[in-house]
């Protein structure tokens, strides 16, 4: 927040729970848990939301490394059905990564009533994609996907 005080027109704060968080070696090695969402979390975006402009950094991150049981990806879900949510009574957008997730994603934003949604990095299919269209979400595409045979 402060980086914005300095640089108000540059700089556009949002405040969420990422899908991938640091583990114990120090590293982002690990995928999101329920007890990381804590009200603390909450708190901090409610006290700011006056001057946030999403929600987000937040979604779904079903990379292989970071997922270690199926557990992981209820978890992820939850917790981004939550912000959702919460974005949705703030009037907020999210800002939404989605790796290895398309159409979970995709499918619980729709499921959560989300309504101002930027999909970033997006990956999955063209399918998927269109069903984001209809429900208006706002993609921006990585180059990697000129190199994917899952979206070709």
Known sequence: M?????????VLPGLGLHPVQMGGSGNFDRSVLLSDYTEEVTEAILTNQDKLYCIG???LDFTPYYIK??????????ILRNQAKLASHLNLP?????????KHVIDTLEEAG???????????KVST??????????????PSVVRSPQVM
């Open 2 to 10: 402060s980086l914005h005080e300095r640089h108000r027109d540059f």
């Open 57 to 59: 950094e937040c979604g």
């Open 69 to 78: 049981s199926p557990d992981d990806k209820l978890e992820q879900k939850e």
């Open 94 to 102: 999210l800002n939404v990564h989605s790796r290895s997730a398309g």
């Open 114 to 124: 989300a309504r101002k949604v930027l999909l970033h990095a997006f990956d999955a």
């Open 129 to 142: 994609a269109l069903k984001g269209v209809e429900l208006g979400y706002y993609f921006s595409i990585p």
